[in-house]
Structure formats: structure tokens, C-alpha cells
């Protein structure tokens, strides 16, 4: 069943703004079914550990920063070809290069502060999904 499943974060710039229902409501309405969701916090070792690909990068620091100064909502989303479907509806990593009507478009405020994560393989999103949920949180 590769290609079914993806992971997703609506991440903490967007759970302070108050977009939860608003991204949550634009993402079934697209099609996805939530297979797990929950609201949590990473610690800077869930970070560095996540974001592990990046860590050469200028922007490591600020990025691990960011995404441990809340709450998150991690979630699991099924839909045929789930990765790039939930790549084209969030939109380009920064905001200033998305399409109109993508998610980031709408909430994200520039290329760190980006509102949601997304997968971009299917190995990733099994690794990203399995490092968030229990095999008994998916349904
Ligand atoms: N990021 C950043 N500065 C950059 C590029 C990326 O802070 O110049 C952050 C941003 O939050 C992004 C995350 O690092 O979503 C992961 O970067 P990636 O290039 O994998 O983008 P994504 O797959 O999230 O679109």
C-alpha cells in the first residue's frame, strides 16, 4: 500500500495563530483521511533528532528553536498518491513561492515559520509517522 500515507504537522506559528480547525477542515475537505492526530510538544532532542537530514544547514539552530516553542498537531493523512497530493495542497516552502490557495500560501508567515509539515517520500512518511505514533494510535 506504499504511496497511501502521509505525515503532517500543523506546526507551532499556525497552532499559536489559531489555524488548527481551519487547516484541519481544508485538509479532509481535500480528500485525506486522518488515520492518527494528536496535539504535543517535541523537545529539542525530538527536533534534532526529526530535522537530523538538515542539521549542516545555516538555518538548523532556529529551525529546532522554533519548532519546540509549542505545541504541534502531528497527524497521519491516507489518500491515493497521499506525499504528493499533500506536497501540491501545502504549497512551496516558502510562502513568498506558493501557489494560491495552498496552505502555506494562506498561513505561513516566511520560509521557516511555514505553518505545516509534509512528508516528501513515502519512506519518509512511514519514518515520520512511526516516530510520533504507536502502530496502536493509527486507525
Ligand atoms: N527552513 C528554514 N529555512 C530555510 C529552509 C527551510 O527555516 O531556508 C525550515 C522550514 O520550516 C522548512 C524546514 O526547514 O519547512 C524543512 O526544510 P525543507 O527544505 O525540507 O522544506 P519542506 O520539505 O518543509 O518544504
Request: aromatic share 8%; charged share 25%; no cysteine.
Amino acid at each position: 500500500m506504499a504511496g497511501n500515507r502521509t505525515f503532517t504537522m500543523i506546526k507551532p506559528d499556525a497552532v499559536e495563530d489559531g489555524h488548527i480547525g481551519a487547516i484541519l477542515e481544508q485538509i479532509t475537505a481535500s480528500g485525506f483521511r486522518i488515520v492518527a492526530m494528536k496535539l504535543t510538544q517535541m523537545t529539542t532532542a525530538d527536533a534534532e533528532e526529526f530535522y537530523a537530514i538538515h542539521k549542516e544547514r545555516p538555518f538548523f539552530g532556529e529551525l529546532v528553536e522554533f519548532m519546540t516553542r509549542g505545541p504541534i498537531v502531528a497527524a497521519i493523512l491516507e489518500k491515493e498518491n497521499a506525499v504528493e497530493d499533500f506536497r501540491t495542497l501545502i504549497g512551496a516552502t516558502n510562502p513568498e513561492d506558493a501557489a494560491e490557495g495552498t496552505i502555506r500560501k494562506k498561513y505561513a508567515k516566511n520560509v521557516g515559520e511555514n505553518a505545516v509539515h509534509g512528508s516528501d517520500s513515502d519512506e519518509n512518511a512511514t519514518i515520520e509517522g512511526a516516530f510520533h505514533f504507536s502502530g496502536r494510535e493509527m486507525f
